[in-house]
């Protein structure tokens, strides 16, 4: 059984409704947008240079020796 409301009573709740699902929204976005500067200044720290030199840095490879080529290579000029 349905029940009547004042027009005025039903506009007010709805614009209520409306402002509660718009900020939630806006709050959703917020946290979302948080979230992802954090994991950007995770990651920032954490590679902080690109390439081949951060990655053989990271993996302890850098702290052996590069040897030369393994056969001769002929005198540029």
Known sequence: M???IPENLA???MAI????????????QAVATAALGVIQVAAAR???ELGSV???AN?????????GPATAQPAAG
């Not at 993996?59 to 040897?67: D, M, V």
């Open 2 to 4: 349905a029940t009547d």
């Open 11 to 13: 506009q007010a709740t």
């Open 17 to 28: 409704i409306q402002s509660n699902l718009v900020a939630n929204n806006r709050d959703g």
């Open 46 to 48: 954490n590679f902080d």
């Open 54 to 56: 951060e990655g053989r």
């Open 59 to 67: 993996s302890g490879i850098n702290a052996t020796p590069i040897a």
